[in-house]
């Protein structure tokens, strides 16, 4: 899922090492009818790209797999893979999650990330001090929530807007951020600070 639009540094757009093979777009569930087609729920905010001809790869060993059929079915999809005809058959694939390849991700405008992208950022503040590792990006409605594992213990809430975060650079794998009026890592307690 993409984060707001945040100020990069010229030249970070490209994808780093590090970078999974594969991306989670969806999880399959149950078969439904008679013809092969099987639930799926949604994990991906490109959903359109599932469509009739795509590629995708099925379960922990990734089997490679083309939809032949889809079509929207109460929160989720109904799909259809090629070469798969009975219920039966469907049913194989139950509890799997469907993957693409990250290289073949839709591009986000400028300034946007992937969460995979900014888990495992180094976070530092306007004067370069670290704060610690971004850990987990918490989608809240508004804006998402930046967690920051601090380096002698304890984690950071950072909101994932302009004001608070200035900088990504994903070739350095690193973030330099404001630190707002009750946001300050040195605090043991209170708005801004969880403990772990």
């Known amino acids: 899922m993409p984060s707001p639009q945040i100020p990069a540094q010229a030249g ?12 989670a777009v969806g999880c399959l569930r149950r078969p439904h009818g008679m013809r092969g087609e099987i639930l799926m ?12 001809g795509a590629m995708v790869y099925v379960g922990e ?8 059929g889809r079509r929207v079915h109460a929160d989720g999809l109904l799909i259809a893979f090629r070469g798969v005809a009975a ?22 405008p400028e300034g946007e990330y992937y969460h995979h992208q900014l888990i495992g950022l180094q976070v530092m503040d ?51 951020v404001h630190l707002l009026p009750g946001l300050d890592e040195d605090r043991e307690s209170g708005v801004g600070s969880r403990e772990s």
């Open 61 to 68: 060993a990734h089997q490679p797999m083309t939809i032949s």
């Open 126 to 176: 306007e004067k370069g001090k670290v704060l610690g590792v971004l850990a987990e990006v918490l989608e809240t409605g508004a804006n998402d929530v930046y967690v920051v594992r601090r380096m002698q213990g304890g984690e950071v809430l950072l909101p994932a807007i302009p004001s608070v975060v200035l900088e990504v650079n994903l070739a350095r794998r690193q973030m330099r």
């Open 12 to 23: 970070t757009g490209s994808p780093s090492s590090g970078e999974p093979v594969y991306l």
């Open 41 to 52: 729920d949604v994990l991906t905010d490109f959903p359109e790209r599932l469509q009739p």
């Open 87 to 108: 219920r039966e058959e469907a049913g194989q694939f139950r509890n799997q999650y469907v993957y693409v390849l990250a290289a073949n991700r839709p591009p986000l």
